[in-house]
């Protein structure tokens, strides 16, 4: 990713081969993946590396490695993606972010994504930008209201996840340029 972006404390940067150990680390991570069931989108994410390039070709964006500037320590990821799937609310541009859990509660996630948010509708030009996840994801949630995104009205059910189970109903946010 020619792009990277930095704030106080982070840097957003291209994926290196040595972010696939931290990585594979975060995602065996029962608490990190509390709201993934078991297939669909947790294997989503199996060949991270193929995602980001193949979006950076196609789209111009992809999700950025996080680092701590302090440490040079990798602790998960922040950026865009779009939707694979199809709801009412597609074709759309996702903000998404996950993190190793020895760095949760410091603030990091949300201000990957302010970053993220600036670089997509000032230098990406974006227009809308969505947020997702399962009701019960409060972490997620609290990141979204913490950057100014809007609760849609309408939940939905996550087309990827098997009817009935837990994790399936989804809450959605959203960002236009405008209100940002
Ligand atoms: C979602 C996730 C990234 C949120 O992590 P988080 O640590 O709760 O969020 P932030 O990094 O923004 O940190 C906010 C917390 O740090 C605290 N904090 C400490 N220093 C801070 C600072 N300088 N600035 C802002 N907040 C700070 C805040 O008070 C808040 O604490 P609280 O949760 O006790 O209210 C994390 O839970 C995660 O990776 N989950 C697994 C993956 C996932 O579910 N991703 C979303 C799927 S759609």
């Known amino acids: 990713m020619a792009v990277h972006l930095q704030t106080a404390r982070l840097t ?4 290196r081969q040595d ?3 931290p990585f ?4 065996a991570d029962a608490r990190v993946m509390e ?3 078991e297939t669909g989108r947790r294997q989503e994410f199996d060949d991270l590396a193929g995602r980001v ?36 609310f597609t074709p759309a541009i996702e903000i998404g972010w996950r993190l190793k859990h020895s760095a949760w509660g410091q603030g990091y ?3 990957a994504a302010r ?22 994801n409060r972490r997620s949630i609290a990141v979204m209201e913490r950057i100014g ?32």
């Open 12 to 15: 957003l940067r291209d994926w």
């Open 19 to 21: 972010d696939h150990a």
């Open 24 to 27: 594979a680390a975060m995602n």
């Open 35 to 37: 709201f993934f069931p």
């Open 53 to 88: 390039k193949k979006s950076l070709t196609q789209n111009g964006f992809g999700l950025f490695a996080v680092e701590v500037r302090e440490t040079k320590e990798f602790i998960g990821f922040t950026g865009f993606s779009r939707p694979s799937f199809e709801a009412f």
């Open 109 to 111: 996630a949300t201000e």
């Open 115 to 136: 970053a993220c948010l600036s670089h997509g509708f000032v230098d990406l030009g974006f227009e809308d930008v969505v947020s997702f996840t399962a009701v019960s």
């Open 149 to 180: 995104m809007t609760r849609d009205q309408k939940t939905f059910n996550h087309p990827d996840i098997a009817e009935n189970h837990p994790l399936r109903p989804h809450v959605l946010y959203r960002m236009s340029n405008n209100t940002c």
